[in-house]
């Protein structure tokens, strides 16, 4: 069993307890691990490194780099434990979140495809360990990654030391799943050979030097996945005008019934979305995406997608366990790529991929806020969706019109933090419609958004602050500066963004 | 001497007098034109048209698409006869800014690399008439561009009809200067093969259907270029700035004394920026830029600058004498590309291009203001600015810290208007000081702006909302929404920035 997955027998000496990983480990080096939304990433060393300070009663503090979100037992147990000084790209964990909010954590929210590319060149400080799970370990060291790649093989390439996770839950049919490309710093850049998401271009494994692997520890603790809510009403709805769009794409010829690589965030109202997909008449698709979800697992299933190219698969555990259970179906429909590959412009541009991303709010001229809430409070960070928005054939945008029982409007005059501009944003999708802002002015954008995707209680107040806004002496970008924020103040000081 | 500039005699049934080219112009078109950042654009025809506008006492509204700002001849002109209904993708006319900021022209600000791509997939409706200024036209009909590309290839591409300006003014010697490449829309794109800023990759001319030319003008009037203001002593302490970061980087071992490709906005901050290299010890430089200004040729004539890729020339009235008196030396220095590759994601990111551009405003956790000042009012647009930005080697934002008469701090808790997020932002300098915000979260960006580049008498004042924000209860971004726009509100009132 051990020879299959480390197969180079100098490297059992390697082979230790999580304690021992973790030991090395220091105060105020820089950890950069594998691990995508949330799958793949190493799970008894950082358990083992909380309880050792604990046990030592040690206050040490860490950087925490990943590929994007993680599951509890790295984030949320290292949070908890106060452990982690500065931590990038991306999150969805509650402790870490709460660390992040009170001050606790810096937290650095990149663009994802930004990550791998600027540790490359050095802008992100010394990477001191790299720790990876693997399903494996080739006879020249080099590491067969598990359910996600992501920033894993340039952390790798930069650190001193690298520890090794090897997983037995996860099955090693996975190998081949992988499809490791680096590209080269400029000004030594060539153009990524990818013309098609299922063009293989790279190696198997992570390329690893066999002398920086410096501890591998054995474990079987699974992917703490996310549970998936049900779809509700309002999904339903936002999936139904995504398709009407699509379809009305396709009749307007800008689109075929195969439409374009497709990728689609993660979260329940993006796997509605999916789901809509299979009901469609579309065919033959494609996904050139992040994250492979129980609904891309249905749609390869029923044949409606041929091909997924991501960065890490993230079902739920039902999904899961199917997913396992039929390895060998999916084994050559998916490719897992680092996220520098498959979030990368210039692939992204080249291929024409359909982005579908999910806002937390979207202003009157088409700016989106993907991040902080009501300004300042971090919810997950950027993640892909800059990278997908800005260089997608068709970017699009979807949220329900209103949140927290509708005291909250997604449409606001202002939103409170910009992570897409004006620039960048195509379409805009809520359960009350469509607005399509391609070729728009800011007041065309205004006048579409407030008429097809505000909620009724608060597209008067939209339209009142709109019209105000336009009687100013500038009229390129309306705004009443002194009130363009006031909706989310009179929010965060009464509990609701409506009027007495 | 025409035959040298119409080869095909067939054409010459063509050439017809500005007045008749600019009948073929109805209420309601879209008008794509040549020219970028105010050169190599059509001067006739547009003139013509407003006269004859005048003349019938007609109404006629265009849209009027070009690559970038364009001269007074063609904005000018068109916006104070009231004929442009709407305007993209980006000015610097007076006439136009004061009609789109009164409410008279709809103007769209888009990334310049975007236009000829979404023109191309349809997105911005069907373009009638391409109207290109050209030093010739060839045997089979393709058209030889003067001191820009632009989007002209793409508008030639996409119009039902293509009207050329024979300009005589226009050195016949820039034939060769033009590499025009237009990539095809997906699922057909293919990689774009420029691994060097000095690649050629495409034709010299215009690829045009013969049959589409409708109207073939002659003229001789000059590019109306902009005087650059002389170099003051802030724009030259910005460029020393710039110019020790740049050295620190190579000291720091992330670049070498060769750099990488420049890329540099417009204007006299930048010209500065671009003449202090002249005095550095960098070697061997190369530019990836989209305008090649005056101290963009005296670094070729010292050779400082081996090669410069742009898609326009636009230097002063002195410096275009110089030029077209030693063409034959810049000939073979300069490649002027459609603003669809100089601008490319794919090949900025490609080269590692530094990215260096001007800022309005930029606030204290490193959002960037390129476009609207108080957040209505439209000075010129994001131009090349987020092209280059997002996908830099390192991007850097210059900006005095004060504007008019230091009662504006360019330095504010948050930006009235984002063109470029945290996300993409590096490098911040003013005369004050860099920022280097490479791996800070917000709260470390917030403290190395205000103590490196905000202006001392903002600085307290900048520290006041920082520290009172974090008291809040998150302190992620922290920020007081009531009061994070306040500084704008209080210029529109009361003409400063500062606090009685």
């Known amino acids: 069993m051990i020879s299959n997955r480390i197969r180079n027998k100098k490297l059992l000496d390697k082979v230790c307890t999580a304690k021992e990983a973790a030991m090395l480990i220091k105060d105020g080096m820089t950890i950069g691990t594998s691990g995508f939304t949330p799958s793949g990433y190493p799970k008894a060393v950082p ?154 271009i790279g190696t198997e494994y992570i390329p690893c030097d066999i002398d920086k692997i410096a501890a591998i520890v054995i474990t079987d603790i699974e992917d703490n996945v996310r549970p998936l809510a049900p779809i509700d009403e309002i999904s339903q709805k936002i999936s139904e005008n995504l398709i009407n769009f699509l379809k009305s794409e396709v009749k307007n010829g800008r689109l075929t019934k195969e439409l374009l690589p497709l990728q689609s965030g993660v979260g329940s109202v993006a796997n509605a979305v999916l789901a809509g997909l299979e009901k469609s008449d579309f065919e033959n698709l494609v996904c050139y995406t992040e994250v492979i979800q129980d609904s891309m697992l249905e749609l390869l299933d029923s044949g409606k997608v041929l091909f997924a190219s991501g960065t890490s698969i993230t079902p739920s555990a039902e999904g899961l366990k199917k997913f396992k259970e039929n390895i060998n179906f999916y084994r050559d429909k998916i490719i897992l790529r680092p996220q520098e590959i498959s979030n990368h412009p210039e692939i992204i541009r080249r291929l024409g991929v359909i982005a579908i991303n999910t806002a937390i709010e979207v202003d009157i001229y088409g700016n989106v806020n993907s991040t902080n809430i009501m300004g300042s409070r971090m919810m997950n960070g950027i993640g892909g969706s800059g990278d997908f928005t800005r260089n997608a054939y068709i970017s699009i945008f979807t949220t329900p019109s209103t949140a927290k029982n509708g005291e909250i409007s997604s449409i606001v005059p202002m939103v409170s933090h910009h992570d897409h501009t004006e620039h960048d944003v195509m379409v805009i999708i809520t359960e009350q419609g469509v607005a399509d802002l391609r070729g728009l002015s800011p007041k065309e954008r205004a006048k579409a958004i407030i008429d097809n995707c505000a909620h009724p209680d608060f597209r008067p107040m939209l339209l009142d602050y709109f019209n105000r806004a336009k009687e100013g002496k500038y009229k390129h970008t309306p705004h009443i500066l002194n009130e363009a924020l006031s909706w989310h103040d009179r929010f965060i000081r009464k509990g609701t963004m409506k009027i007495d």
């Open 47 to 200: 358990l083992a490194l909380a309880e050792l300070a604990k046990e030592r009663n040690e206050k040490i503090k860490i950087n925490l780099y990943t590929g994007a979100s993680v599951g509890d037992e790295l984030d949320g147990v290292l949070a908890r434990a106060g452990l982690i000084s500065k931590r990038l790209p991306y999150q969805t964990n509650e402790s870490l979140r709460e660390s992040t909010n009170n001050g606790c954590c810096e937290f650095l929210d990149m663009h994802l495809s930004h990550v791998p590319h600027y540790a490359k060149l050095g802008f992100l400080g010394k990477i001191d360990i790299a720790i990876v799970e693997a399903v494996a370990i080739t006879k020249d060291g080099n590491i067969i990654p598990s359910t996600s790649v992501g920033a894993a093989p340039t952390y790798v390439q930069m650190a001193d030391k690298v520890i090794v996770e090897i997983n037995t839950s996860q099955p090693l049919e996975l190998e081949g799943m992988a499809d490791i490309y680096i590209p080269e710093k400029p000004p030594y850049t060539r153009p990524i050979p990818i013309v098609m998401p299922n063009d293989r």
